[in-house]
């Protein structure tokens, strides 16, 4: 009888540290900004790393696809967040990028770090809308100008939820862009330094002098690419309900 109670105590706690099959590995998001505060001018970093973002601009409080979501107006609403090694990626890092967005112009950065201003501080990274408010791009500039950049043959801004992922493979030396689960474009990726490794700072919905209108929801930053099967989790679940973390931080969940 004892023999049987330690057994099931044993196997009752095994099923309580496992994680399901599709957890990401929290040592993987780098910052996830859930936007579920619902008031309030800072949007939080729920990844643990202290990434906390400054709402700058008045940006508005409304759903969002997984509870709430902040509402940019196109004209001078956008989120800044210091400078950090977890919001920069360094050589040989691969990473990947994810959102929804819901809006009719992506007129500045979707999310980027090294553009938020008029002077470009390289090497950077952007998930922007490549000249055209339609669409969506991911480039990247390394110190030497030397670019990588895709652009996205699916119109993102037609006032419906769209999840984006941009992913960067380091091994592959490949970028890609998916839109609603599907790979929509990729191209070569340039590996002789990292992104976003200067002290700028990240910045959601601005570049330059550019913002973007519409709502934006759930974003990730991930030090790894993104498998199919992982990117489909965080579209369909949602980055927090994916991950082996709490919005308290580095916890698990299970």
Partial sequence: MTIMRLGLLGLFVTCLFVLPANALDDNNIMGMWLFNEGNGNTAEDSSGNGNDGKINGGAKWVDGQFGKALEFDGTDDWVEVQHSDTVAFKKGTSF????????????????????????????????????????????????????????????????????IAAIADADAKKISLWIDGKKDNEGPLNTDEGYGTSESVFHIARHFDRYTKGIIDDVGLFNIALSEKEMNTVMNEGIEAAASVDAAGKLTTT
């Fill in 96 to 163: 990947s990028i994810t959102l929804h967005y819901k809006g009719s112009k992506v007129g500045g950065s979707l999310v980027g770090k090294g553009y938020e201003d008029t002077t470009q501080v390289k090497p950077w990274y952007l998930l922007w809308n490549g000249g055209q408010d339609l669409k969506v791009s991911l480039y990247l500039r390394t110190s030497a100008d030397i670019n990588s950049k895709i652009d996205s043959t699916v119109n993102v801004s037609d006032e419906k939820w769209h999840f």
